[in-house]
């Protein structure tokens, strides 16, 4: 009975060399599996990369206003024909970021065989003249070389070294800030559209001259915003009291003080006449 009893307990206890080899050859099957599907795989995507279907034949071009949409296909010269999942769209990305009319680009892969490319255009804000002209947006940076006449509503910006600008192809911060905050002031003083030339002046700060009749208007350094109040209401004076002249000149570089230089001949001559002299 008890050599039976001893043969049970050693037919049931298996041999560690079998415990140890069992994770093993679980281990291999496994690493096995992995390398067939790689295998698997990268052979489906070459196949995938020589399929007809998925060769681009269609790029669409959105947010185009003032950029003809046969200029950004150029500019991201997409291989005729190339294979959609083959194509390397931050390459054309950075080749259409360097168009000087695009601020930001977003290159969309869509299966079959369609790329879509979504720009965001530069707002012209300014032209800087540097020697020739160039269209700056609200960031101070020179992007386009302009023929003037063709953005009769811009204004020309000068007076600025030209050296400074040609580094880094942007207007220097400081004259930056010194624009925009005239431009926020010009919304409700004088339009935008109808200042003709901001010049910076040799002392730094700000001279204006009107599309209209090339009226000067001294603004000094700072404070925009109290003198373009000042200048608003000169100018609604000499409207309202019917003031005959012709104004060459306004200087609001003064804090407590406005001068005017012009032909005034006109009104002191209606004067009389009213008094009967």
Same mark, same amino acid.
């Given at each position: 009975m008890a050599a039976v009893n001893k043969k049970k307990?050693?037919?049931g206890r298996q041999p560690r060399w079998r415990s140890l080899l069992r994770p093993f050859l679980y281990g291999i099957l496994i690493s096995l599996s992995l390398y067939g599907l790689s295998i698997f795989c #990268?052979?489906?995507?070459?196949?995938?990369l020589r399929c007809p279907w998925l060769r681009v034949t269609a790029i669409q071009v959105e947010g185009c206003q003032r950029v003809e949409s046969a200029a950004i296909i150029e500019q991201a010269k997409i291989p005729p024909g190339v294979n959609i999942l083959a194509l390397d769209l931050d390459d054309v990305r950075q080749r259409v970021a360097s168009h000087p009319? #695009?601020?930001d680009v977003s290159v969309i892969r869509e299966i079959p065989d369609r790329v879509r490319i979504v720009i965001a255009e530069r707002r012209p804000f300014a032209i800087v003249r540097t020697g020739d002209f160039y269209l700056i947006d609200s960031s101070g940076y020179c992007f386009a070389k302009v023929e003037v006449a063709k953005y009769p509503g811009l204004p020309i910006i000068s007076g600025i070294d030209t050296a400074l600008i040609?580094?880094?192809r942007r207007v220097p911060p400081r004259v930056l800030a010194m624009i925009k905050e005239l431009h926020a002031q010009c919304q409700s003083g004088l339009p935008w559209r109808l200042i003709s030339e901001i010049v910076v002046t040799s002392s730094g700060g700000l001279k204006l001259f009107t599309l209209k009749d090339g009226i000067a208007i001294n603004l000094g350094k700072d404070d925009y915003a109290r003198k373009m109040v000042r200048l608003q209401? #000169?100018?609604?004076?000499l409207e309202e009291q019917h003031i005959p002249c012709r104004l060459r000149a306004i200087d609001l570089a003064y804090r407590d003080r406005v001068f005017l230089r012009g032909d005034f001949s006109s009104a002191q001559k209606l004067q009389h006449e009213r008094k009967g002299v």
């Open positions: 307990k050693l037919r #990268v052979a489906g995507y070459h196949m995938l009319w #695009v601020a040609s580094r880094r209401r #000169v100018l609604q004076y």
